[in-house]
């Protein structure tokens, strides 16, 4: 059925001024319209849906989120170790949290097991209306390097490629390498260190761009965003202690930056990880702040993402008060990621022919960056969702 959205103040995710009086046609899961409401002409067909004094975005995008692990207690070993099919309830129930959110894609940047895969495939083949799932699978590190509980575990070119290839097989969107590693155990470890080296991680990004994927690395100190950079990743994920040196250069590549920094100072509270953590996680926000600013600064495209433990309202609050402004920061939720993502042609503005994601705010964002909590109506390929009655 066609219907049309009237009357809201539009904030297409293009980075221009506001619209105000403006209507969007959507059928059949697609945008086939945006223009102002006074020039819809004859509608007699489809439902009209009034958004005056609401304002209209695109649906958000959570470029890195872990749904089988979000919001957990515990070690990394428990919380990895749940059985699958408790692990996918809670994956579907995390799906949903981030729906209500207004998100409606998300990538999952890694799961044990690589059970985000089987998410994916439960989500896509059901009724369940849920946000678009985008996939690493299983992430790859080197033998005991970080997160080698839930990672595959590869030591060479030869290693990582047939690990890649396995995860391009398996269906994974995204192939993700672990460039640093954080032991997050004793008083003076170092905060980060090179976990893979270039040519393995190269190995694997080589193979998965020759299938059109596109890579990620987590990365928090400068020489592993250097060599993460160099072994060809599209994202960097973090990027805690980024140089102004290594900030131009992944401008000048075309890389961007996850930052993820709402999960980051949210591990500086007790989640049952030891006290390590919490006192390393005090420690990186020093560096966060300097790190971010030389993104910012050399003009590297930054996207939000969640990681386990943080939210889209806490990231923006977090980065409008370290610089960008309230539509920069609309724009790392919109088009930003899905440039970073490689799906810009499908969601993250609003325009003919996209898909049909979208969400409707009583409050206006560029005023108050928080109003993007304000979530009234969701949009998901056509589908118009009630965030409050969402079964969560």
Known sequence: MRFVLSGATLIDGFGGKPIPNAAVIVEDGC??????????????????????????????????????????RGSLTDRATADDALAI??????????????????????AARGLSLSLKAALASSEIV??????????????????HEIFIEVDSPLEAKKAAGKMIKRGADFIKCMASIEWNLDEGEPLSAVNMDVATMKAAFD???????????????????????QAGADT??????????????????????????????????????GKGIRRHSAKLAEHYKMGFRHALEAGVTLAFGSDTLGNLIDECRTMEEWGMTPMQCIEAVTRNAAILLGIDDQVGTIAARRAADLVVLSADPISNIAALGEVEIVVKSGRLVDPAMLPI
């Open 236 to 273: 960097i994920e973090h990027g805690v202690f980024l140089s102004a040196a290594t900030a131009r250069n992944m401008s000048k590549r075309g890389v961007g930056l996850v930052p993820t920094l709402s999960g980051y100072k949210e591990l500086q509270n007790d989640w049952g990880r």
């Open 207 to 229: 193979l998965a761009h020759h299938h059109n994927r596109r890579c990620m690395a987590h990365a928090l100190c400068d020489e592993a965003i250097v060599n993460a950079v």
């Open 89 to 110: 309830t809670r994956a579907i129930r995390n799906a949903l949290v981030n729906l209500r959110e207004g998100i409606t894609t998300v990538r999952d940047a890694g």
């Open 130 to 147: 849920a946000p678009r799932i985008l996939a690493v699978g299983q992430g790859l590190t080197e033998t005991a390097g970080y997160v």
């Open 31 to 72: 945008i086939i319209a945006v223009c102002s409401a006074g020039e819809l002409g004859d509608q007699a067909e489809a439902r009209f849906i009034d958004l005056t004094g609401k304002y209209l975005l695109p649906g958000f995008i959570n470029a890195h989120d872990h749904l089988t692990l979000k919001r957990l």
